[in-house]
């Protein structure tokens, strides 16, 4: 069983539709969640962080954390052509090197 | 703009050669990450600087090594180059080095081997 899984999608939806990216992981050591966005030709960009089972919000993006379930999702509200990425999930165990989810491709089309 | 600045952005290059990456983490940042990111892979860790003095190390393979310099600039040094070693690499800073500090990524080298 892989560390962690995430649906390579690709995801296609419409402009203004909500989004939900999901991962799931296997190791109870990992501590802290991160989304990150990646454009083509480019590095990853972080979106949202946290370390904490529940929701945090951050304009159109709420990440949700259940470590009893072990899975992190990533919502995205009144999705924009702007939003089309690859989206990655990151774990950290506390031993600094993060642990990536092979990626969610995303086409918002307009 | 995260503020990591990687050079260059793509080499080219033949299998049996050695090459250098260079990364400028963020102003203030003390701890430097290198991460490779191929197709069947993903991103993958490599290793870690902090304030000169290595941190940790991931899968990373004897034919590559890295440094970082006083003026905490770090350069990844791959030899030997092979097929599969065609890649992109990535490099992260963050303040002290501590889990509880994100990560911030540069925009990466394409390294090509032919």
């Known amino acids: 069983q892989k560390e962690v899984e995430q649906d390579p999608g690709p995801l296609s939806v419409p402009e203004g539709a909500i989004v939900s990216l999901n991962c799931t992981y296997s190791?109870?050591?990992?501590?802290?969640f991160m989304w990150y966005r990646q454009y083509s030709r480019k590095g990853p960009e972080l979106l949202m962080y946290?370390?904490?089972?529940g929701n945090k919000e951050d304009g159109r993006f709420t990440a949700q954390v259940d470590k009893s379930s072990k899975y992190i999702s990533l919502f995205i509200r009144d999705s924009q052509p702007s939003d089309s990425a690859t989206y990655l999930c990151?774990?950290?165990?506390?031993?600094?090197?993060?642990?990536f989810g092979s990626g969610t491709r995303l086409q918002v089309q307009p | 703009d995260s503020g990591v600045t990687q050079t260059p952005k793509h080499l080219i290059t033949a299998t049996g050669q050695r090459v250098t990456l260079r990364c400028s983490p963020r102003?203030?940042?003390?701890?430097v990450y290198w991460y490779q990111q191929s197709l069947d892979q993903g991103l993958q860790f490599l290793i870690q600087?902090?304030?000169?003095?290595?941190?940790a190390k991931g899968n990373i393979l004897e034919r590559f090594s890295a440094q970082q310099f006083p003026d905490l600039h770090s350069e990844l040094n791959l030899s030997s180059l092979e097929l599969g070693d065609s890649a992109l690499y990535f490099c992260a800073s963050s303040p002290q080095g501590k889990s509880n500090q994100p990560q911030h990524f540069g925009d990466g080298t394409r390294l090509s081997i032919l």
């Open positions: 946290t370390y904490s089972s």
């Open positions: 990151a774990w950290d165990t506390g031993r600094r090197a993060l642990t």
């Open positions: 600087y902090y304030n000169g003095e290595e941190r």
């Open positions: 190791n109870s050591a990992f501590q802290y």
């Open positions: 102003s203030g940042d003390l701890s």
